[in-house]
Structure formats: C-alpha cells, structure tokens
C-alpha cells in the first residue's frame, strides 16, 4: 500500500521558477528519498535524507525533512524545461519501501 | 552508481500466455530485489520482496500463483506473468539494493517492462 502524498498532484510554472512539492507520511522512517520519472520511463534517483537530517542540497535541489510533521518537501530551484517529469517521494522503514502518488510537474518555456 | 537492467523493455502478448521479465544487477550483487507495478499516471505499488535463494515474500492483494518470482542468483530475479489477462497490463519495474556499496540504502531501479496483454 502507499505510504506517501505528495500535494500538489500536479504543479505547472514558468521555466525560471522554483517549484516545491510536499510529500506526507504516516509511519517511521529510516530515510525518505525523491526520485523523478519521465513519462514512460524508469526512475532515477534523486536525493536520499536520512530520518536525522533535516536538510540536504544536490546541485538545483534542496530537500527538507521534518519527522515530527512526517513531511517532505522538494525545492527545484530555477527549474528548466527539462525537469518536467513526475516526481515521488518514497519512504523506507527497514527495506520496506513505499512510494507516494506523485506530482507531475510541467515546466513552460 | 550501481546499474540495473530490465528485459524486455516492452512486450505484446496475446491472452493466456505467459510472459517472463527478467532483473539484473549489473556491476553488484543483490541479495534482495524489488518489483513494482505502474499503472498509468499513478505510483509505484510494490508486489513483492525477492530474495535470492529462498521465497517471494508478497503484498497482500497481489496472487502469488499469478506472478512468480525466481531470484536465481545473486544478480538475476524474473517475474513470470502466468495466463495473463488484459487487466495485468501495466508497467514493471524492478530495483535492487547495493548492500556492499557506498550507497547502501538508496535503491536503483531498472527502467521498467511494458506489458501489453491483447
């Protein structure tokens, strides 16, 4: 079953804007990791936060984690045409793995 | 990073049939792989847990006589389709964890399978 929710299920800006997606879960985690997905295609890995960070940067990304709020959330700075994509958030609590709904994200040019 | 691979990348099969998918790390051993489902514009539900000799530890709701999984080896898991029907039409896709690599808790995922059950 699902464990996350991401809101918003789907978010359309402006190539230059920054994009935020919230992801929601229930349970205890080990670590939370957001992945992206081209329509069609298989995931790719973005960022992995662990349950004792609260905040990690990769390049354009920046990743929140507040474990007493069991949320998420994924900053795309100066996003680009080429980030639209699907992104997920998934959580895992020891190798259990669950994925959340998603948020497809279109980047105008 | 650690590389995951998926054969076929997409199948048509006619109703009935059987079809086979095969996970592979390629550069790591895997004792543990994952298979996911993907319906269209929705999220990965996970089916079942594949652990290299011994059994699939499955989902609730997911038929484990419909959809066998064999972990052969250290870097080989297949999910057999049995008698598939058109509703089992979806994307596959597996993932396995690097336990002796650096990233030890990040997944890689393969690039899916896309059944088509007519």
């Known amino acids: 079953s699902q464990q996350g929710e991401e809101d918003p299920q789907a978010l359309s800006i402006q190539e230059g804007e920054n994009a935020t997606m919230n992801c929601s879960y229930k349970t205890s985690i080990n670590n939370l990791q957001w992945y992206r997905q081209n329509s069609g295609r298989g995931l790719v890995h973005l960022i992995l936060i662990r349950s004792n960070e609260r905040e990690k940067h990769s390049g354009r990304l920046r990743v929140t984690l507040d474990t007493s709020k069991k949320s998420s959330s994924l900053l795309i700075t100066a996003s680009r045409a080429a980030d639209t994509a699907s992104y997920f958030c998934a959580t895992d609590n020891n190798n259990d793995m669950r994925f959340g709904a998603g948020t497809r994200l279109t980047v105008k040019p | 990073g650690a590389v995951v691979s998926q054969h076929p990348s997409r199948v048509i099969c006619k109703s009935g049939t059987s079809v086979k998918i095969e996970c592979r790390s390629l550069?790591?051993?895997?004792?543990?792989m994952f298979w996911y489902r993907q319906f269209p514009k929705k999220s990965l539900m996970l089916m079942a847990t594949s652990n290299e000799g011994s059994k699939a530890t499955y989902e609730q709701g997911v038929e484990k006589d419909k959809f066998l999984i064999n972990h052969a080896s250290l870097t080989l898991s297949t999910l057999t389709v049995t008698s598939a029907h058109p509703e089992d039409s979806s994307f596959y896709i597996c993932?396995?964890?690097?336990?002796?690599?650096?990233?030890?808790?990040?997944?890689?995922f393969g690039p899916g399978t896309r059944l088509l059950v007519l």
């Open positions: 993932s396995a964890r690097d336990w002796l690599g650096r990233n030890q808790e990040t997944q890689y």
């Open positions: 550069d790591f051993q895997a004792t543990t």
